[in-house]
């Protein structure tokens, strides 16, 4: 049928040799994608974590500060008052 120098047997061996190849570069592949996704997961984690860090050590005590001053009692602004007059002299 075919009239080529090669024979069935050198052709199955190279067949099997580039199908080996192709094994070993798609393993190369998957194991590089694997890698690939859990650095970005960390890389997002590292920026949540960084973020939540900053805002809880900036921030807290500033949101702390407004919400205290939001649950003063009417007699706290009276003494705050008081004290505002005595130390300007009105």
């Not at 099997?16 to 070993?24: A, I, S, V």
């Not at 706290?76 to 004290?83: A, K």
């Amino acid at each position: 049928m075919y009239e080529e120098t090669e024979s069935i047997g050198e052709m199955a061996k190279e067949t099997l040799r580039l199908t080996r190849e192709n094994n070993k570069i798609l393993k190369a592949m998957r194991r590089d994608a694997f890698i690939h996704g859990v650095i970005r997961i960390v890389i997002w984690l590292v920026i949540f974590a960084g973020g939540y860090y900053i805002t809880m050590t900036y921030l807290a005590p500033l949101l702390n500060m407004f919400t205290g001053a939001a649950e003063m009692r009417p007699e706290d602004f009276q003494r705050l008052f008081e004290q505002y007059r005595e130390q300007f002299g009105m």
